[in-house]
Each structure stands twice: as structure tokens, then as C-alpha cells.
């Protein structure tokens, strides 16, 4: 078939194979989410599938989370400089976490495949998955206290899983070698495998029934047009340089000192500039965070602030720039750690957006909780089979001109899943005596913030690691218009000797059996004088045990 302009292009031949591009995307990441083994991925969804052209831009992405589909952008283009196209071959498979070469931290492992149509490549395959357990100081690789990447797990150089359909056995033994659950860890990696091969099949098949030529000028034409729309999106914006200032609790290490996000966001001519200048210097803890994540946080911003109905794709992305000084927390220098750089991209995402609260009132809410409480449990069974087991706990989002906060909802570019009460305690011998809204956690206002919750587990067997990474237990949530901030986090742990101990936002800990920890998590801000709530809803939050009396006018 001979090949075709994009101005050519028949506009419903091109909308059909937009969405078709979208349906493969969300297949791949239904078959990642099915296949997984470990109940962080299956049950938590912590994984993303995205397709990319060859030159490297995103093609489509699936419904899945931000910060992983934002990074897998320059773990693609490194994939593409280390390994040349014209020396990828059909079956071949690459694999990568590390965050300074475009990873983002040594958990999200990505798997990239090209994809051949009659010996030509067409496009990229690729999916990333938070894995359980990658080697490292503490069970479940996010240790709040690691001073450099190297006690943070394993860290893979780009490197070829599969070459010609033929696995790296090397490779996959000392994968297995350097984590804690070697069966957990490679079973995620091949519901990988299967969902880029399934991207792959599916891409296949759309060229059989296109032609190579003609798709490849449709899928130029749609990162184009996405680009258009995103560009006049962002010319709507009054032009001006807009200011947000928040802080993370600490580093981790320093648990008394917060951590200065600082962001300054320009918008003119159709474009977007974030500049990070004033932000803290890179922190002795793991919440540094390289630029793929900072990026992600700006292209999900970019997203949030213009039309829904554009097409998702590398075009959206193209009008943002951003300045990241070097040595910052934004842009650490290696061997800086970054484990728990998630943290830092909702705080940043969050600084952006923030940014626009005053020029783009009907679009930007007050604060969110914007908090992703993560544990990690590791230790025996009764059987003395190992186990390590993490969840993710999310806040309260903040409330917005016409509505109130989500209770107890991820927020700012993460989107997981809370970890079932059942999925937890047959993985692991801890039990769930309490898990509830948190009444009276969210910021008052003519619109209320949403509710964080409240979480108590035991430890039934005799010891485990705990590793805890909280936010917002220092800086809660602002309120906007008016309105007041959310409740900040507390945690605690009480020991079965009836000792209490107060939980400053991050700790790696032993717990013993019988020790209990209660979790609360923040609220989001109100939006709008609380004067202007309306008495049916102050009323209906009393009756639905969200607050616990009425306010005072």
C-alpha cells in the first residue's frame, strides 16, 4: 500500500484506529492485572501497559496510572538508544528499572518489545509493574531510611530479557537470586511478558488489515492532532507565571525537617513551563526524585488542566517543558536514593496544580490528602515460608466549586487500588480488627473535603518488618476559597506490652505478635466559606457519621 500524507487521511478511519489503539492498551493491561502473581499488582493494580511508536513517543495508554505511563517515556527512548532499532528482531524483550537512566524507582520494572509486521517494526509494546520485593535492606524494597540506591535493591541496566524468543536464563537466575519471593517476582514479570505480547499480537493484527504504510501516517496524525487541541487548550489559560509552594513531612532520615516542592508555572503561546527553581536541595533520604518522575508529574497536570476529550498521547505532551536544577529533589544526583520518590510526584503534581487555583477556579480543587500511605510487612508464616506483602492507603481529595471531596481516594497522577482486608490476611498472618471512614478528617467549607480513613491490623505471628512511608502528618491539605485545611495523618503503633509509639510520617520497625498499628489517614481541604454550607448537607454528614456534630455558624 502506498503511502499517504496526513492531511489525506479519511477522519474516521483515523478515530477507528484511535480507539482501537486504546482497547489494545486496556487488553494489555487486563491480561497484566489477570496474570500477575502478587496481590499488589492483581488486587492493588499497581502496573501500566502503553503502546509507543518506534521513534519512542506514546502511542496509547491504558486506564492505569499516571506516574508509571508518564515514566515509561524515557525507559522506552533508553531502550531505543542502547538497543538500535535496526538491531531489534521479532521475539526480543528489554528490561530496565534503573531510575537513573529513565527509570523511576527500582520496584517499577519495565518490559519493552518491538513490533514486527512483515519484518518491518511498527511500534513498541510495554508494560511496568511495581513488583514486590526487589532485593534491598527491607522487605519490600521501600525502606524510608536508605541513604543511597544501592540499599534500595537491585538496579537493572537496560538489558535483553529475551532475544528471539529465547529467555536469558543468566538473567532470570540472578534475578531470583537478589529478592525475597524469587516465584512472586518472576511470575509478575512474565504476566508482563504476556501483556507485550499481547499488545503485540493485537498491533499485528490492525497493520494486516491497514497496511504499514497507512498506519504509520495515522499514527503521526494523531499525536499531531494532540498537540494541536492540547496547544489551544493551553492558549484558553490567561497567560502569566503562577506560584505554589508545599512540603513533604521530612526525608525520611532528618525527621524534623520538611522538605521545600517550590514551583513556578508559566503559560504562553500554547505552551507550559514548570520551573522548580527554590525547591529543596536533593535529601539524605529516598524521597529525592529523578526528572522522568517530575516530568510525569507535569504531563499529568497538563492533562487535568485541558480537555478530557483530547486523545492521551505523546502529542498532549509535546507543549511542556520544565527546568529541574540540578542537585535538587527534583533532580538528585546519583547514588542519591529515590525510593520513595511516589511522595514527591503527588506533592509536585499537587504544586502544579495548585498553581491555578486562582485563574482556573472551576477547575482546580482545594488540596487532596495527597497522601499514598505505604506499608510493607515482611517476615515467616507459621509454615516458615517467607512472605513480604505491601498495600497503599490513600486520603481524602480535596473539595471543588461544585462538590465535595472523594473520601478515601487516590489523587495527584498515582491511581492504585486500597488492598482487601481478605486479600492481606491470607497472604500474611496479620489480622484487620478496623478499617473505617475517619470522621471529622475532612477540611470544612461550603464544599467539604473528602475523608481519609482509619485502619487498625495485628501482627499474629511472632515478628515482622515494617516499613511505613506516611505524608501530610505535619502539612495537611490546604483549604481553598475559604475553606479549611483537612485533618493531618497520625499513625501509631501499640505494642503488645502496652507501650505507644507515635509514628513520625516514616519508620522501619519490628513488629512482634500481638502489636497493633493504627492508621489515619488525611483528610482533603474544604472549598469556600464553611458559613455557605448548606444545612441538608452539614445535617446529612451528621446522620452518615462523617462529622461529629454540626458546625457552628
Excluded: W
Amino acid at each position: 500500500m502506498q503511502a499517504r500524507s496526513t492531511a489525506g487521511l479519511d477522519p474516521i478511519t483515523v478515530e477507528v484506529v484511535r480507539n482501537k489503539l486504546d482497547g489494545i492498551a486496556n487488553e494489555m493491561e487486563s491480561t497484566l492485572l489477570r496474570s500477575s502473581f502478587s496481590p499488589v499488582v492483581k488486587e492493588g493494580l499497581d502496573a501500566s501497559a502503553s503502546l509507543f511508536t518506534v521513534e519512542g513517543e506514546t502511542l496509547a495508554q491504558a486506564c492505569a496510572i499516571p506516574i508509571h505511563l508518564a515514566t515509561l517515556i524515557p525507559i522506552v527512548r533508553t531502550f531505543l538508544k542502547e538497543f538500535p532499532l535496526d538491531g531489534m528482531a521479532e521475539g526480543d524483550i528489554y528490561i530496565m528499572n534503573d531510575p537513573y537512566l529513565g527509570g523511576t524507582h527500582l520496584p517499577d520494572i519495565a518490559l519493552a518489545m518491538p513490533v514486527f509486521h512483515q519484518g518491518r517494526p511498527i511500534a513498541i509494546s510495554a508494560a511496568m509493574t511495581h513488583h514486590q520485593d526487589v532485593g534491598g535492606m527491607t522487605p519490600g524494597s521501600v525502606p524510608t531510611n536508605a541513604t543511597e540506591i544501592f540499599q534500595e535493591g537491585l538496579r537493572i541496566p537496560p538489558l535483553k530479557l529475551r532475544d528471539r524468543g529465547v529467555m536469558n536464563d543468566t538473567l532470570v537466575r540472578m534475578l531470583r537470586l537478589n529478592v525475597r519471593i524469587p516465584d512472586v517476582v518472576m511470575g509478575d514479570i512474565n504476566a508482563q511478558i504476556a501483556a507485550c505480547q499481547i499488545g503485540a499480537r493485537r498491533l499485528v493484527e490492525l497493520a494486516g488489515a491497514y497496511g504499514h504504510n497507512l498506519l504509520q501516517s495515522i499514527f503521526q496524525s494523531l499525536l499531531d492532532r494532540s498537540e494541536i487541541m492540547t496547544r489551544a487548550a493551553l492558549s484558553d489559560i490567561p497567560a502569566g507565571t503562577y506560584r505554589y509552594v508545599d512540603h513533604l513531612d521530612n526525608d525520611g532520615i532528618e525527621l524534623d525537617r520538611l522538605v521545600r516542592i517550590e514551583v513556578a508555572v508559566t503559560v504562553k503561546d500554547g505552551t507550559m513551563h514548570c520551573d522548580f527553581t527554590g525547591s529543596s536541595p536533593q535529601v539524605r533520604g529516598p524521597f529525592n526524585c529523578v526528572p522522568s518522575g517530575s516530568a510525569a508529574a507535569a504531563y499529568f497536570a497538563v492533562r487535568a488542566l485541558t480537555d478530557p476529550t483530547i486523545p492521551t498521547n505523546a502529542g498532549c505532551f509535546r507543549p511542556v517543558s520544565l527546568q529541574l536544577p540540578e542537585g535538587s529533589v527534583v533532580n538528585p544526583k546519583a547514588p542519591a536514593p529515590v525510593g520513595s520518590r511516589t511522595a514527591t510526584i503527588k506533592r509536585v503534581t499537587s504544586c502544579i496544580l495548585g498553581a491555578f487555583k486562582d485563574v482556573l477556579p472551576d477547575k482546580v480543587p482545594a488540596d487532596s490528602g495527597g497522601e499514598l500511605l505505604t506499608l510493607a510487612f515482611g517476615g515467616q508464616r507459621p509454615d516458615g515460608t517467607a512472605y513480604v506483602i505491601g498495600e497503599f492507603i490513600a486520603g481524602g481529595a480535596g473539595a471543588s466549586h461544585r462538590s465535595d471531596g472523594v473520601d478515601v481516594v487516590e489523587t495527584d497522577a498515582s491511581n492504585c487500588m486500597n488492598l482487601p482486608v481478605e486479600a492481606l490476611e491470607m497472604e500474611a498472618p496479620i489480622r484487620v480488627h478496623r478499617m473505617a471512614l475517619r470522621r471529622d478528617s475532612g477540611g470544612d467549607g461550603a464544599h467539604r473535603g473528602g475523608l481519609g480513613v482509619v485502619k487498625e491490623l495485628e501482627l499474629l505471628g511472632d515478628e515482622a518488618t515494617l516499613t511505613h512511608r506516611g505524608e501530610r502528618h505535619f502539612c495537611p491539605a490546604k483549604g481553598s476559597n475559604g475553606g479549611k485545611s483537612g485533618a493531618p495523618a497520625v499513625s501509631r503503633i501499640m505494642r503488645a506490652s502496652g507501650e505507644e509509639t507515635v509514628i513520625v510520617s516514616k519508620l522501619v520497625t519490628t513488629l512482634r505478635k500481638g502489636d497493633r498499628l493504627i492508621l489515619e489517614t488525611a483528610g482533603g481541604g474544604g472549598y469556600g466559606d464553611p458559613k455557605a454550607r448548606d444545612a441538608e448537607s452539614r445535617a446529612a454528614d451528621l446522620a452518615n457519621g462523617k462529622v461529629s456534630a454540626v458546625a457552628d455558624d
